[in-house]
C-alpha cells in the first residue's frame, strides 16, 4: 500500500486537521499563519480570563475560570510540543508509511488493516464527539435568543456568552456580537487542536499495536515444524543458565566478589 492510499484510506480525518492545525509533514509556509493562529488566539484567551479573575477576585469568579484557565494552557503546550517535535512525527508517519509498503502475508496484511481501521474508527468517534462539544458550546447564547424570539417575553433577549470572560470593554454588550464571533474562533481553534493531535496519537499507538500483533503471529513457535521446535528447547535451556561477567573466566564480576575484594 503506497503513502497516498494509506492517507486516504485511514488518516483522512487526521490529515485534515492536522493540515489545519500546521503540524502535518512538509507542509508550506502557511504552516506558520496556522500556528500564529492557534497560539495568538489561546493566548489572548487565557488573557481574558485572567483579567476576569483580577477584575472580579471572588473566590467562586477564581475556581470558575481555573479550569478554563489550566485547559487553554494545557492545549498551548500540546500544540507546541507537536510543532517543536514535527521531525519526530514526520518520521513516525514514514515509518508507518514504510511498514505497509513491505510485502507481507495475507494474514499479516489482515492484522494490520484490523488495527489501522480500529485506528481510523477511532479518530472519527473523537471527530463527532468533539464537533457535538463545540456546537453545544456555540449554541448556549443563541438558543436562548431563539426561544425568546419564539415567546416573546416583557423583558430584553438574555445577552449570554459562551465562555464568561473579562473583554476589557465598558459596555460589553455593544460588542457582543464581536465578541461572539472571537468565542467563535477561540472553540474552532480548540476542535481543531484537539482532534488533530489527539487523532495523531491514536493512529500511531494503533499502528504500534499491529506491528506487535504481526511479530507475535510471526513468532507463534507452536505453528512450527517439529524440527523448528526442537530448536526452541535448546534455547530455552540455555537461557536457565544465568549469564555472568566474569574477569579471564577466574572470577565473577559483581557486586559481591568487588565486596570481597575491597575487605581483604
Not at 489572548?44 to 470558575?64: D, K, M, N, P, Y
Not at 453545544?136 to 416583557?154: A, D, E, G, S, Y
Request: proline letters at 3%; glycine letters at 4%.
Amino acid at each position: 500500500m503506497n503513502r497516498a492510499t494509506l492517507e486516504t484510506r485511514f488518516l483522512k480525518i487526521t490529515k485534515i486537521f492536522a493540515k489545519l492545525g500546521g503540524i502535518w509533514p512538509d507542509q508550506n509556509k502557511v504552516k506558520f499563519i496556522l500556528w500564529a493562529m492557534v497560539h495568538i488566539t489561546m493566548g489572548s484567551f487565557v488573557v481574558v480570563q485572567v483579567a476576569r479573575v483580577v477584575h472580579i477576585g471572588t473566590l467562586e469568579v477564581v475556581i470558575e475560570q481555573s479550569s478554563l484557565i489550566g485547559a487553554t494552557i494545557l492545549m498551548i503546550i500540546k500544540h507546541g510540543n507537536y510543532v517543536l517535535n514535527a521531525e519526530k512525527l514526520k518520521s513516525l508517519l514514514n515509518d508507518m508509511s514504510e511498514d505497509w509498503a513491505i510485502d507481507r502475508l495475507k494474514q499479516e496484511f489482515s492484522i494490520m488493516t484490523t488495527y489501522a481501521n480500529r485506528g481510523s474508527i477511532l479518530a472519527m468517534f473523537y471527530f463527532v464527539n468533539a464537533c457535538i462539544c463545540a456546537f453545544l458550546f456555540v449554541q448556549l447564547p443563541w438558543t436562548m435568543r431563539l426561544v425568546h424570539m419564539i415567546k416573546p417575553h416583557n423583558t430584553s433577549p438574555p445577552m449570554l456568552y459562551t465562555i464568561p470572560a473579562y473583554y476589557f470593554v465598558e459596555d460589553d454588550l455593544k460588542y457582543y456580537y464581536y465578541i461572539q464571533i472571537y468565542l467563535g474562533l477561540a472553540i474552532y481553534v480548540v476542535l481543531i487542536v484537539f482532534v488533530s493531535c489527539d487523532t495523531c496519537y491514536m493512529v500511531l499507538v494503533q499502528h504500534a499495536c499491529g506491528l506487535l500483533t504481526v511479530a507475535g503471529y510471526e513468532a507463534s513457535w507452536y505453528k512450527m515444524s517439529t524440527k523448528t521446535q526442537a530448536l526452541y528447547i535448546l534455547a530455552l535451556r540455555r537461557s536457565l543458565t544465568p549469564c555472568y561477567l566474569t574477569a579471564g573466566g577466574l572470577i565473577q564480576l559483581n557486586m559481591q566478589s568487588f565486596s570481597e575484594v575491597m575487605y581483604q
